[in-house]
């Protein structure tokens, strides 16, 4: 599968921004999707997911409550709105596919099989 993610940029403090990862292929329903961040000189760390059916997620304690994902099996996307976003949500943002089943392994990004190539949210204060 080829991911595709958009809707980066840059708001202020307070602000939503909702990105979305288009996915190629007919085997979209098949892949657990999950979204995870890169801020420049750390880690890459887990963001959101979002079980195969759509029905679970799971989020990161740092966006619980103001992050939403989402996923449309019908159109290939997935989604994960941003809302009162802050300085510190600043990062590239990554959607990736994860064909396993191990529920385990859904938090961890060397876990996933396929990535899309990152869009840069920029939150100003």
């Known amino acids: 599968v080829q991911l595709q993610a958009s809707g980066g940029g840059l708001v202020q403090a307070g602000g939503s921004l909702r990105l979305s990862c288009a996915a190629s292929?007919?085997?979209?329903?098949?892949?657990?999707m999950g979204w995870f961040r890169q801020a420049p000189g750390k880690e890459r760390e887990f963001v959101a997911v979002?079980?195969?059916?759509?029905?679970?997620?799971w989020y990161a304690d740092s966006v619980k409550g103001r992050f939403t994902v989402s996923r449309d099996n019908a159109k290939n996307t997935a989604l994960l709105q941003m809302n009162s976003l802050k300085p510190e949500d600043t990062a590239v943002y990554y959607c990736?596919?994860?064909?396993?089943?191990?529920?385990?392994?859904?938090?961890?990004?060397?876990?996933?099989?396929?990535w899309g190539q990152g869009t840069l949210v920029t939150v100003s204060s």
């Open positions: 979002i079980s195969r059916s759509g029905v679970d997620t």
């Open positions: 990736a596919a994860y064909v396993g089943y191990s529920v385990g392994s859904y938090f961890k990004w060397d876990e996933y099989n396929y």
């Open positions: 292929g007919r085997t979209f329903s098949s892949y657990v």
